[in-house]
């Protein structure tokens, strides 16, 4: 299976069907933590706009009256702790770690045009959602 970079590179490896079926099945919106801090705003009464919002880096969450934006990264694919796991990445390493470090390089590049235009940012890893959603919602709160 052929995959491309932006930098017109192919990496060409094999991909066995039942990884590429695992694959396709994650999904970039409606992701379970995003669906979980949707709901619990929704039950403190925070009102946000969901997806379609026209701002860089596409928020999970855009809170109009606190002019914030929320984003939910996940682990894998924003690289959480990315300085130690970058050295585990054992198969395809030309591939995802490059991806992963774009992946990086335009969350900060999104962060800093969105403060540009006078948002404020907040981004939780997914694991953040789950493990304390209440502490993500006070956060959210105290903005």
Not at 55 to 83: A, M, N, Q, R, S
Not at 109 to 128: A, I, P
Request: glycine share 6%; net charge positive.
């Amino acid at each position: 299976m052929g995959l491309k970079s932006s930098k017109n590179m192919v990496y060409k490896f094999h991909t066995s069907a039942f990884r590429s079926s695992l694959m396709q099945k994650i999904k970039s919106e409606k992701t379970k933590p995003e669906i979980i801090l949707r709901n619990a705003l929704r039950k403190a009464n925070i009102r946000f706009k969901g997806y379609g919002h026209p701002l860089p880096g596409k928020p999970d969450i855009v809170l109009l009256k606190k002019k914030l934006v929320v984003f939910i990264d996940g682990e894998f694919w924003h690289g959480y702790k990315w300085k130690n796991k970058k050295n585990r990445i054992k198969a395809h390493r030309g591939y995802w770690i490059p991806k992963i470090e774009r992946t990086i390089k335009r969350d900060k590049q999104n962060n800093l045009k969105l403060r540009r235009l006078g948002w404020q940012v907040l981004r939780f890893w997914g694991q953040e959602i789950k493990g304390d959603l209440q502490k993500c919602i006070k956060k959210i709160k105290t903005i």
